[in-house]
């Protein structure tokens, strides 16, 4: 068997769903990783059991149809659920905000759509798609904490979850980080959630404006304080609101605490931190968590392990899900990772002007992204933010990075014209994805040789 053999035998295509408190978001992966179709519906709002399963068979069924996928070439099905399982008998313990305690979602799902199907807590499983795919690619041990409306975070250690005796492990919101803290939603006080999460960081807002304080939210918001979201938040960073940069620095503060004791019990390799209120305000909240690691007085500890930042953001738990049942239906993907890519296209002759990828010639800018495809860059965009095409920013980056790749390769031009802004060089490094720049005769040359999860942008035309 050769090994184009080997990799058809091995492949595998599977749907991940994570069922979240607003919404429903479904991706149908590959076994390397590549999502072929994503679908994302609204959560039932009455949260009964009948209704939300019977959105996640329409959206299973949609994502497969935009793909014009046959469901029945799918391998195998995974289902994220924010709260307590039991994966063993595919049974939701508990979930807080709807009423699927009790439901058995996986015997469900197996009889409907005939394939084996992983049940899967949501943080864990956003956990395991950055052990798979994103900025704990390739560690042996790594924690992943997610800060949205709670904290909540997942341990992966060799490709596999850590999920303790009773699937409870990795509730870090629920570790206190405060005797006699406020109350947190669990009923316990000064959990690190109460002090750290959204809702907190809104409490905390709410209260001081409550108490005559002023802050540009109001305005953001329009007057109506009760929902506050992590772009607001970044909003008022940018605007230095005196508040919330108070509110949101002691936040920080909490986290760059629990990390520290992260690593003082367990001591992974890379400690990811994502979720809404992150991806929104990481840049804020990064240093500040840094600062605090690097104070670690412990000896021998201070040298441990790094914080990062998410590297596939909203599709982490879904491609953790696909995760999850490739490894049930018997097809480890992380063993495969490196063995079993995407299609890449090669690169051929690069003259001034004209760029040969796979079959076709541009004579624009190209952007080949992690699953392989090969699209036109927006150039007339980039003009339009910088009145120039020769500089790479954080926007075009973060696109240039979904998905996953370990490596961006840059192909600066033929007299090296192109260069990364600020923003984008540190979008990179807090996500641990490796960046190559390179004139663009050279690049060629480096990028077909690469066997790893690659993307790249080259520069052709300005
Ligand atoms: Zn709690």
């Not at 399963?53 to 995974?78: I, K």
């Not at 979850?161 to 980080?177: F, Q």
């Not at 800018?365 to 910088?386: F, N």
Request: aromatic share 4%; hydrophobic share 40%; glycine share 12%.
């Amino acid at each position: 068997m050769d090994g184009r053999d080997g990799r058809a035998a091995a492949a595998g295509v599977y749907l991940g769903i994570d069922v979240g408190g607003t919404k429903i978001q479904t991706s149908l992966v590959t076994q390397s990783g590549s999502v072929l179709s994503r679908h994302r519906g609204p959560t039932p709002r009455d949260g009964q059991s009948d209704s939300v399963l019977a959105a996640v068979v329409a959206a299973a069924e949609e994502t497969m149809r935009g793909n014009a996928f046959e469901p029945a070439r799918l391998t195998a099905l995974g289902i994220a659920i924010p709260g307590v399982v039991d994966p063993q008998r595919g049974l939701v313990v508990v979930t807080p905000n709807m009423s699927l305690s009790g439901v058995r979602i996986g015997p469900y799902l197996e009889d409907r759509f005939r394939v084996p199907v992983a049940l899967g807590n949501d943080c864990n499983l956003g956990a395991l798609g950055e052990s798979w795919l994103g900025a704990a690619r390739g560690t042996t041990s790594s924690i992943t904490i997610l800060v949205g409306t709670g904290v909540g975070s997942g341990i992966v250690r060799k490709g596999k979850l850590w999920a303790g005796a009773r699937e409870s492990a990795g509730e870090i919101g629920h570790i206190v980080s405060q005797i006699g803290g406020p109350q947190c939603g669990c009923g316990n006080c000064g959990c690190l959630e109460a002090l750290a999460s959204r809702s907190a960081i809104e409490r905390e807002i709410r209260a001081a404006v409550a108490e005559g304080r002023a802050t540009v939210l109001t305005e953001l918001v329009g007057g109506e304080l009760s929902i506050i979201r992590s772009k607001m938040l970044r909003d008022a960073l940018d605007a230095n609101d005196a508040l919330v940069t108070e509110v949101m620095h002691k936040a920080s503060e909490v986290l760059g605490y629990a990390c520290l004791s992260v690593r003082h019990l367990l001591d992974p390799e890379v400690i990811v931190l994502g979720g809404g209120v992150v991806e929104a305000c990481g840049g804020f909240m990064l240093p500040i968590i840094d600062a605090i690691l690097a104070s670690d007085q412990l000896a021998g500890a201070r040298s441990g392990g790094h914080v990062a930042l998410s590297a596939l953001g909203d599709d982490a738990v879904v491609l953790g899900a696909a995760a999850l049942a490739a490894t049930k239906a018997g097809r480890n993907p992380f063993k495969q990772r490196n063995s079993i890519l995407p299609a890449y296209p090669q690169i051929g002759d690069a003259t001034p002007g004209e760029l040969v990828v796979g079959e076709k010639t541009f004579s624009t800018d190209v952007t080949i992204h992690v699953d392989g495809k090969v699209k036109k860059r927006k150039q007339a965009q980039v003009k339009q933010r910088h009145g120039t095409t020769h500089i790479l920013d954080a926007v075009e980056v973060r696109k240039l990075c979904r998905g996953g790749p370990e490596v961006v390769f840059v192909g600066t031009g033929h007299a090296n014209q192109l260069h990364l802004d600020e923003e984008a060089r540190q979008f990179l490094s807090r996500r641990l994805i490796k960046v190559e720049l390179l004139p663009t005769p050279q690049f060629a040359e480096a990028y077909n040789a690469c066997s790893a999860r690659k993307a790249a942008l080259i520069h052709v035309t300005c």
